[in-house]
């Protein structure tokens, strides 16, 4: 199995997943047009992708969805609550319980729920049958169930969106630095840190900080608090740009 990012940030998502024949794309947060030229930094093309699973119906996840879908034969997979927020059962969504695990071809694909402000977010766990790709972006607090969600993880894509003293010092409204610190926004690099502490991340061959704001974290923050959680090099985590995702990585 192997997984790569297109983008990754408050301009738009997409992580591409894939195992033998099959690929999947998580969340498509850009049209068919930039969809495709980033792919093609990949050596993909946008036919060879079976699916879209989507993570909530925010327009960074969602936004290119239901055209990229159309324009090129994709089967989209949302919870019953993000499909139906997002209108994605006008283009035959294939609804999830966001509980149950479910295949796609070659992939394994097993749903998660987590807190943020959105109908029904989920993220995902991707397994091939010999190793598991856990992704958290886009959650407020870390729960029990996330976190034996992805314990047993080889790799890990996990969202680092903000360091919480240049949220609070920085120039965002109060009610924006509420939503984004609360229990139903966005995990700082602190929290992201204690995940990694409390799932013990020793198995671990692949970390990505992911979903970085450009206005209130740098990546030279968000890697080394992983880092010191790992005690590892801050330069082993890897790093989930909104401009060129980051490239295959494999387990």
Known sequence: MRFASLGSGSKGNALLVESGRTRVLLDCGFGPRELARRLARLEVAAESI????????????????????ARYGWTVHASHGTAAAAGLDAIGARRFD?????????????????????????????SDGA?????????????????????????LVLECNHDAGMLAEGRYPPPLKRRIAGEFGHLDNAAAADL??????????????????????????????????????????GVATQSDGFAWRAI
């Open 98 to 126: 966001s509980h149950a695990r479910f295949a796609i071809d070659d992939l394994e694909i097993h749903p998660y729920p987590v807190p943020h402000d959105a109908r029904e977010p989920t993220q995902f766990v991707f």
């Open 196 to 237: 990694l502490r409390t799932i013990d991340g020793r198995q671990l061959r692949h970390v990505i900080a992911a979903h970085l704001s450009e206005e209130n974290n740098t990546p030279e923050l968000a890697c080394a608090a992983l880092a010191q959680a790992l005690g590892c090099s801050a330069d082993w985590i």
């Open 50 to 69: 079976a699916a879209v699973l989507v993570t909530h119906e925010h327009a960074d996840h969602v936004g290119g969805a239901a055209r990229c879908a």
């Open 131 to 155: 190793a598991r790709l856990g992704v958290l972006t886009d959650a407020g607090t870390i729960t029990p169930h996330i976190v034996a969600m992805l314990k047993d993880c080889a790799a």
